[in-house]
């Protein structure tokens, strides 16, 4: 297959997209095209710098909105099973036990080697 | 051997090289970034230290981190759940720093440290604080509390050390936290978390502990051996973005106090309450690891061991009799204790001499400091030793304001003497004029005495030494003649200074003595309020001709204000420092 038939199937292919997927692509592509333009041509200028600034921007929003549906997927479920369970990881509970000192357990595999784990 | 301790990522990034189980160098990433309590990878601090080694990153035999990363994200996704759905807020800020730094530390270091192919290994955080202070004490063998905010699980902790091993025994976890509970009134007293606990102490003489009784009742449930729990309906630090909440609001009886407005009887007295407690708490401590390890020294490190007054009272109010406390004793010395801890208890090697003196960080010889002061074109007298001593001694006599610039800058955050500003303690007035005209910080904050070493006890009611600024004395009665460093409780937070340690501010102190009869002067750190201690010569002639301070002796040099060009292109040192 030489360059012409593929770019041409290529382009059959996007014709043959729903519109919103196309929509998606084209503005992904202006995306990545004025991304690269603004770095080989005005990596420093004021423009560049907003630019970032509102990508960044938006970033922040799609970070935050994953990272909700994170902590409720995973942590709402664990802290509910916890609380069914009655169990408090952070042993938050008063007590009136003669005192509060936990034995410090030195780690099973042995002084060298846990040194070499970060946990 | 050659190993590197580092500690970041939370705050007061540090690092620090151990040459055959002698620390050649140690810096705060802070004071070379510029950026108070650094909390970045320190790769300018790292350059330093392997500079000064005179050693490449390809030369480490080792390379120590001073915590455990992953057990530290274990106890954040338990809080997390133990605290959901609360704890939103602080996971969606704490959650994108994790992913993208915190949990690379080994990728991290190696990218920093490249060519470097050798081992990367971890210590707990409080072995890196047991370490930071047991290895360069002078005891063969000692009972060690290490106190702070957090580290993986443990808030504080204790055990022996006995030659190049440390067994710690047992341990405090978060939530319950002294470091965290002191921080916790910090913030609600208005000033700045991990930066600014040392302006409570500060402020605590002026107030009565009148909460005391309320807060062990309510708050703090605490047993005789020291160990104790938080009451965690009063604080918000395990799942939200700030340190107490409401219910701890309708404790005292009002919101927070704002930053930087006024304070009243009420703030001075909550002060004065959890400073109370906060030494009540490590005197018990300190009491029991006597009653369960039988030994008459110990060594201290952790933030709070940054509490001077606790720490007086230790020395006096428990059997121990010696007491070692590490100057770094916040995070940054765990750079220290990591890289110890690599050499001496996992490579089992002997240890190396004890600590006499903090001075770890870059210096600059007179012909580097010539080199800037003609580039800023600056007016300078070049002395010899013995009149650097005569003339600044006479200054200060004369209430001078000096800024102290000599040999090398000190590793911790106290000013020692390397990094200096000095006035003559006897006049009343001075407290005020350095803490508005120079260091432009709150009126009520004291200033802390240099004393010759061998004249401490007749000035001090101490009979040991404190190179490191790390104890409160009270000033003798038939020697309340240096006000500027009394507090209003007849205190002051003194550091001792030997020849041997530090021969030409001996000296100075000395000839200061000569003049006046006074054998003290005023130490407080070189900088203004929010900015790091100064480092390079730059970095003091800034601050120098953008403050008050009349003159300022870089080694050899004596500056005078008066005949100094003004700055080139000076920014207002207010708009580049946050405030503390
Ligand atoms: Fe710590």
């Not at chain 1, 509970?93 to 042995?110: C, I, Q, R, V």
């Not at chain 2, 704490?94 to 993208?100: H, L, Q, R, Y």
């Not at chain 2, 940054?306 to 770094?328: H, Y």
Request: glycine share 8%; hydrophobic share 40%.
């Amino acid at each position: 297959m030489n360059l012409t038939e593929y770019v041409s199937r290529l382009g059959a292919r996007l014709a043959h997209l729903p519109t919103h997927t196309k929509v998606l692509l084209a503005f992904a592509t202006s995306v990545l095209l004025v991304e690269l333009a603004f770095r080989r041509f005005g990596p420093r200028s004021k423009a560049y710098a907003r630019w970032t600034k509102g990508v960044e921007a938006v970033g922040a929003v799609w970070t935050a909105v994953l990272l909700s549906i994170v902590y409720l997927v995973s942590v709402g479920p664990v802290s509910v099973f916890m609380k069914l369970t009655r169990k408090d990881l952070l042993d938050r509970a008063a007590g009136s036990d003669p005192t509060f000192w936990k034995a410090h357990e030195p780690n099973p595999l042995g002084a060298l080697a846990a040194a070499r784990h970060q946990f | 051997m050659n190993v590197l301790g580092i500690s970041c990522f939370y705050h007061d990034s540090a690092a620090a090289l151990l040459r055959d189980g002698v620390v050649v160098a140690a810096c705060q990433e802070e004071r070379l970034s510029r950026k108070k309590h650094d909390q970045d990878f320190p790769a300018r601090a790292v350059k330093y230290v392997l500079k000064q080694g005179g050693i490449g990153p390809g030369d480490l035999d080792a390379v120590g981190f001073y915590d455990k990363p992953l057990l530290k994200f274990e106890r954040m996704l338990s809080t997390y759940i133990a605290t959901f759905p609360r704890s939103f807020g602080s996971f969606r800020k704490a959650m994108p720093v994790w992913i993208k730094e915190k949990l690379w530390v080994p990728s991290i270091i190696r990218k920093e440290l490249r060519p470097y192919k050798g081992p990367i290994l971890f210590a707990e955080h409080h072995m890196s604080h047991a370490a930071s202070c047991f290895f360069v004490s002078p005891f063969e063998e000692a009972a060690i509390l290490t106190v702070d905010g957090v580290g993986e699980w443990a808030t504080a902790s204790f055990g022996v050390g006995k030659g190049n091993d440390i067994t710690l025994f047992k341990e405090i976890r978060f939530p319950h936290s002294l470091g965290l509970l002191y921080s916790a009134f910090t913030y609600y007293l208005g000033f700045k978390v991990n930066s600014a606990e040392y302006k409570v102490m500060g402020l605590a003489p002026y107030g009565k502990p009148v909460h005391v009784d309320r807060i062990m009742k309510e708050i703090v449930h605490l047993n005789d051996d020291g160990s104790f729990k938080l009451n965690m309906k009063y604080f918000s630090y395990d799942y939200g973005l700030t340190m107490t909440n409401g219910a701890f609001s309708d404790f005292f009886g009002g919101p927070p106090r704002k930053p930087e407005t006024w304070m009243t009887e009420r703030e001075f007295d909550i002060a004065a309450s959890i400073q109370k407690v906060c030494e009540e708490v490590v005197l018990r401590m300190a009491r029991y690891i006597h009653e369960q390890t039988r030994l008459t020294r110990l060594c201290m490190a952790g933030g709070v061991a940054l509490n001077c007054v606790a720490n007086g009272r230790v020395i006096r109010e428990t059997p121990f009799k010696e007491l070692f406390v590490q100057p770094a004793a916040g995070d940054a010395g765990g750079s220290v204790g990591v890289a110890h801890y690599v050499y001496n208890t996992l490579g089992k090697q002997p240890r190396g001499p004890a600590w006499t003196h903090a001075y770890l960080g870059p210096e600059y010889d007179d012909a580097e400091i010539r080199g800037y002061l003609d580039g800023a074109g600056a007016t300078y007298r070049v002395l010899s030793d013995a009149d650097v001593v005569r003339e600044t001694a006479r200054l200060i006599a004369d209430g001078n304001v000096i800024g102290w610039f000599q040999g090398r800058m000190e590793f911790g955050p106290r000013a020692l003497g390397g990094r200096s500003i000095l006035a003559d303690p006897r006049d009343p007035k001075m407290r005020d004029t350095l803490n508005m005209k120079i260091k432009f910080r709150e009126g009520f904050r004291p200033f802390a005495p240099s004393v010759l070493a061998d004249k401490a006890s007749e000035w001090f009611e101490i009979d040991c030494d404190s190179p490191y600024m790390l104890l409160v004395a009270q000033v003798r009665e038939g020697k309340r003649c240096i006000p500027s460093v009394t507090h209003v409780d007849n205190s002051a937070r003194l550091q001792t200074v030997t020849r041997e340690a530090s021969p030409l501010y001996y000296d100075l102190i000395g000839e200061f003595e000569r003049l006046t009869g006074v054998p003290v002067v005023i130490n407080t750190s070189f900088n203004v309020r929010g900015e790091p201690i100064v480092c390079t010569p730059h970095d003091a002639y800034l601050c120098f001709m953008r403050t008050n301070m009349d003159h300022l002796v870089l080694g050899h040099h004596l500056l005078e204000k008066k005949q100094q060009p003004p700055l080139r292109e000076d920014v207002d040192w207010r708009t580049q420092y946050e405030l503390d």
